[in-house]
C-alpha cells in the first residue's frame, strides 16, 4: 500500500515526491521504509538518493477530471 | 595514543556477558603466505592468501543459569557457530572492537586441588578477526533513535560487517540496523539486522560502498525494549 508523508505546503506549491527503494532516515526524525513516497527529503541530499539509485521521481498526481453532473431540469437543460 | 590497562576489555559470545568470568582473552589473527617463487629468483616470494584468527579464553568456573559454563559448553557444538565481540579498551562509542563469528574447537574445565576450578575455550574463526568500531555502547532503547555518527575519510568500496549483541529483550523486541550517509543528513540503510525477539547475536557483511558517515538505527516495539551493543567493521 501506498503511504505518502508530505509536510504541509502554501498554497499552490507541489513538493518533489520520491519512492524510497530502501529504508532512509532523515531529519527531523522521519522514517521511510521502502517502497514508501516521501516528498520532504532534505533538499541537499536528493541529489546523491537519485545518483546512487536510492529514491526515484515519483509523477506528481493527475488532477482528477471534471465531471458534469446533472441535479434538475434545469442543469439538464444546460448540459445539451 | 590511548593505552588501556587489559581489565577494562569485555567480551561477549551470543548475547552472553562473559567478561566477568574471564580473566584472559587473546587472538592470534594470521595470513597464510603462498609460496609464489619461481626460476630466475634469489629470495623467497609470497603472496598473502587466506586470513585465520583464533580466540583463547581463560576465566574461572561457573555453572550457573547464563554463566559461562552454559554458554561456552553449548558453543561447542552449535552448527551456526559463536558469534563473539571482544572489545579490548572496554565498551565506548567508537572504541575499536573485533568481531568473530568462529566455531569453538575446544572447552576445557579445570579444579585443581589447590586452586580455583578454571574454564578455557579456544574458537577458530570462520571469517578472520575483523576490526571495527563501537557503533552502540551497551544500553537499554526503549523508543526509535539513532546513535551518534561514525565518520570516515571518505566512502570505501569493500563492503562491511556488522556485529550486533542483544542481551536483554522484554516485550516482543525490535530491531536494529547500521545506516550509512555521504552528507550526515540523510541515512540509508546498509546492514539490517533480523529482529530480536530474544538474547542473541548476529553477523551481518555487505559487499559494495559504504559510504564516509555510518550510524546506529533502532525501531523498539510497543512496549518492549532492547538491550544490545554494535560493532561496525568497514573493510
Known amino acids: 500500500m501506498r503511504q505518502r508523508i508530505g509536510q504541509r505546503m502554501g498554497k499552490g506549491t507541489q513538493a518533489a515526491a520520491y519512492r524510497a527503494r530502501v529504508g532512509l532516515s532523515y531529519p527531523p526524525g522521519r522514517r521511510a521504509e521502502a517502497g514508501e513516497v516521501v516528498s520532504d527529503l532534505p533538499q541537499a541530499s536528493v541529489a546523491w538518493l537519485l545518483a546512487e539509485g536510492w529514491i526515484e521521481e515519483e509523477p506528481p498526481p493527475q488532477p482528477l477530471p471534471v465531471v458534469a453532473v446533472a441535479t434538475g431540469e434545469g442543469d439538464r437543460e444546460k448540459m445539451r | ?235
Open chain 2, 1 to 235: 595514543m590511548s593505552f588501556g590497562h587489559g581489565t577494562l576489555a569485555k567480551l561477549w559470545a551470543n548475547g552472553y556477558d562473559l567478561t566477568a568470568y574471564l580473566q584472559n582473552v587473546a587472538s592470534a589473527a594470521t595470513v597464510t603466505a603462498e609460496d609464489a617463487t619461481t626460476l630466475g629468483k634469489t629470495a623467497k616470494v609470497a603472496l598473502p592468501g587466506l586470513a585465520d584468527a583464533t580466540l583463547n579464553l581463560d576465566g574461572l568456573f561457573d555453572g550457573g543459569a547464563n554463566a559461562v559454563d552454559q554458554v561456552l559448553a553449548a558453543a561447542l557444538r552449535a552448527a551456526g557457530g559463536t558469534i563473539f565481540t571482544w572489545l579490548p579498551q572496554g565498551d565506548g562509542f567508537v572504541n575499536v572492537g573485533y568481531g568473530l563469528l568462529s566455531d569453538e574447537t575446544g572447552y576445557n574445565v579445570a579444579t585443581p586441588a589447590t586452586g580455583l576450578a578454571k574454564s578455557t575455550a579456544t574458537a577458530q574463526s570462520r571469517t578472520g578477526r575483523e576490526r571495527g568500531l563501537v557503533a552502540h555502547a551497551l544500553a537499554q532503547r526503549t523508543t526509535w533513535g539513532n546513535s551518534s555518527w561514525i565518520a570516515a575519510a571518505a566512502t570505501s568500496s569493500n563492503g562491511a560487517a556488522g556485529y550486533l549483541q542483544v542481551t536483554v529483550v522484554t516485550g516482543t523486541g525490535g530491531m536494529v540496523r547500521l545506516c550509512h550517509s555521504m552528507d550526515n543528513m540523510t541515512y540509508v540503510d546498509l546492514i539490517t539486522f533480523a529482529a530480536s525477539t530474544a538474547v542473541e547475536a548476529q553477523r551481518v557483511e555487505v559487499s559494495g560502498s559504504v559510504y564516509r558517515y555510518v550510524r546506529a538505527e533502532w525501531t523498539i516495539n510497543t512496549s518492549s525494549s532492547l538491550t544490545f551493543q554494535a560493532l561496525f567493521c568497514r573493510k
